[in-house]
């Protein structure tokens, strides 16, 4: 894959979004310079059914205009079923090696949290890797503790060659601090989803990466 794709990387579902509809969340984003998106349709409120996979197809379609990658979060059945450009998976959700013989060539993107589990992620020749939660986040209720960027800068150093975003509490305020660790780019989801300006605040999260 193109590292390029990791610079922005905006993760979403409806559940992120309170004061607006969220597929105008995510075509403003797309609008803005996001450079991949993750479907992600988690928590208590989350929409299910056929509204579900209705509403991951609305956000494919946009990601298609734009010529954006659309992966969808934990989910393979949608993933295949919607013709999706990837999945990511956490370690809890499924063994990396059932996924990628089900997934094929599709992009495969894997969280890791330490050097084991980043050890399963190459071996399974994961396309990308996320590692978080860098600061703490309150998107995921299920959200590890903030690990800083310790294991990110120790990670980008082992394996230049594979493609790191970083993930968890990332703002305009501290996305250089992770890029300067070595991060390929960076996914965030309330930066996004709650800015009042989200063309501002897409310039000055992407400003970052050429400083």
Same mark, same amino acid.
């Given at each position: 894959?193109?590292?390029?794709?990791?610079?922005?990387?905006?993760?979403?579902?409806?559940?992120?979004? #309170?004061?607006?509809?969220?597929?105008?969340?995510?075509?403003?984003?797309?609008?803005?310079?996001?450079?991949?998106?993750?479907?992600?349709? #988690?928590?208590?409120?989350?929409?299910?059914?056929?509204?579900?996979?209705?509403?991951?197809?609305?956000?494919?379609?946009? @990601?298609?205009?734009?010529?954006?990658?659309?992966?969808?979060?934990?989910?393979?059945?949608?993933?295949? #079923?919607?013709?999706?450009?990837?999945?990511?998976?956490?370690?809890? $959700?499924? =063994?990396?090696?059932?996924?990628?013989?089900?997934?094929?060539?599709?992009?495969?993107?894997?969280?890791?949290?330490?050097?084991?589990?980043?050890?399963?992620?190459?071996?399974?020749?994961? $396309?990308?890797?996320?590692?978080? =939660?860098?600061?703490?986040?309150?998107?995921?209720?299920?959200?590890?503790?903030?690990?800083?960027?310790?294991?990110?800068?120790?990670?980008?150093?082992?394996?230049?060659?594979?493609?790191?975003?970083?993930?968890?509490?990332?703002?305009?305020?501290?996305?250089?601090?992770?890029?300067?660790?070595?991060?390929?780019?960076?996914?965030?989801?309330?930066?996004? @989803?709650?800015?009042?300006?989200?063309?501002?605040?897409? #310039?000055?999260?992407?400003? @970052?990466?050429?400083?």
């Amino acid at each position: 894959m193109n590292c390029h794709d990791l610079r922005l990387y905006f993760i979403m579902g409806s559940t992120n979004v #309170k004061k607006r509809h969220p597929l105008e969340v995510l075509e403003e984003a797309l609008q803005s310079g996001i450079t991949m998106f993750q479907f992600r349709e #988690k928590g208590p409120d989350a929409i299910t059914g056929q509204a579900y996979e209705n509403f991951a197809r609305s956000c494919q379609n946009l @990601c298609k205009q734009y010529h954006i990658p659309f992966i969808v979060n934990d989910d393979v059945e949608l993933a295949l #079923k919607l013709d999706a450009d990837g999945i990511h998976i956490g370690q809890e $959700d499924f =063994p990396v090696a059932v996924i990628r013989e089900k997934i094929g060539n599709r992009l495969l993107g894997v969280s890791v949290h330490t050097k084991d589990e980043l050890q399963i992620a190459l071996q399974y020749e994961a $396309d990308y890797v996320g590692i978080g =939660p860098i600061f703490a986040t309150t998107s995921k209720r299920d959200a590890k503790q903030p690990s800083g960027t310790e294991f990110l800068q120790q990670a980008c150093t082992d394996y230049p060659e594979l493609p790191i975003v970083a993930i968890g509490g990332i703002d305009e305020f501290n996305a250089q601090k992770v890029l300067k660790a070595g991060a390929n780019g960076i996914a965030v989801i309330s930066a996004i @989803c709650e800015s009042v300006n989200i063309k501002n605040t897409v #310039k000055t999260l992407t400003s @970052c990466q050429s400083r």
